[in-house]
């Protein structure tokens, strides 16, 4: 629980400073993050973000801590050949638009298994329909790669924004 606060302080601090620098022509489609807790077992917590970073250009980032796992059966998830987590970006109608690489992976006692993940794509990757907003949500498969059976899925709240 106590990487939970730190990540949540932390990404406060991130959008809270987004907003500063973007002044008020920040937009949720510019800067917008939404954090919450997984009640499956086992339970996760996750956030995802999208931020703007110019030449309608975005980096979408999701981050997941999944608790109830010791520290062995955590690390037990990297030692196996091949990711434990497979994360997409999601339509509000479940289509996958695209997946997001792993770009850190980590076990502790405090926060069990952790993932990160982060791309840089064009708006239009994520302008889910051709009128009005758009909903993507992060979709995170835990695999255990032993038996390739998947433990769990774990799906974000929605971010909503108008992406060109």
């Not at 990540?7 to 500063?20: E, I, Q, R």
């Not at 076990?107 to 994520?126: H, K, Q, R, T, Y």
Request: aromatic content about 6%; charged content about 15%; some cysteine.
């Amino acid at each position: 629980m106590i990487r939970v606060r730190k990540v949540k302080s932390w990404l406060t601090a991130v959008v809270v400073g987004l907003g500063v620098v973007l002044g008020p022509m920040a937009t949720p489609a510019q800067a917008a993050s939404i954090c919450n807790q997984q009640n499956q077992t086992p339970k996760a917590y996750m956030c995802l973000w999208i931020n703007g970073v110019g030449n309608n250009r975005y980096v979408v980032h999701v981050g997941i801590d999944v608790h109830g796992l010791t520290l062995a059966q955590a690390q037990e998830y990297i030692d196996d050949p091949g990711d434990p987590f497979v994360v997409a970006a999601i339509t509000r109608n479940d289509r996958v638009l695209f997946t997001i690489p792993l770009v850190g992976l980590g076990a502790s006692a405090e926060s069990g298994l952790s993932g990160d993940f982060e791309i840089e794509v064009p708006g239009s990757a994520l302008n889910e329909n051709t009128q009005g907003a758009d909903s993507v949500r992060a979709r995170v498969w835990l695999i255990d790669r032993d038996t390739n059976q998947v433990i769990q899925i774990y799906k974000s709240e929605p971010i909503a924004g108008v992406w060109s």
